[in-house]
């Protein structure tokens, strides 16, 4: 069997695929919702996402993703290592207890299909 060695910095996977996973995993908040946003816009959803939060109400959700046939996504975006603030935990439980689809997206969702799966 053959095995392909990538490195990436200073670390050595035994594969591309790992090499991506720990690429990915790395990945900030920014660099992530780029990406959701992309995949939602190709999957025909409408996104907002507040571009100065400074003047915005503490701890609301980093994107609302809505489509008709498939209806809203409240999602608050958080790196591999990231914790979420009181006000934010409020929001998606006050969300969540109103009936809606909130919840918190990390890049480890993204690997492991749990964002393709919600947005399609």
Do not use: C
Not at 77 to 96: F, I, P, S, V, Y
Request: hydrophobic residues 30%; without cysteine.
């Amino acid at each position: 069997m053959h095995t392909e060695t990538t490195t990436t910095g200073r670390r050595t996977f035994a594969t591309a695929t790992q090499a991506r996973e720990h690429q990915i995993n790395q990945w900030t908040e920014k660099q992530l919702q780029t990406h959701i946003m992309l995949l939602a816009r190709r999957l025909k959803w409408r996104s907002y996402h507040t571009h100065d939060s400074r003047r915005s109400q503490p701890g609301f959700p980093d994107l609302v993703l809505v489509r008709p046939d498939r209806g809203v996504l409240w999602r608050e975006l958080k790196t591999t290592r990231g914790r979420l603030t009181r006000d934010q935990q409020a929001w998606l439980n006050d969300l969540t207890q109103a009936g809606q689809n909130a919840a918190v997206w990390r890049p480890a969702n993204l690997l492991d299909g749990t964002i393709q799966k919600e947005l399609t």
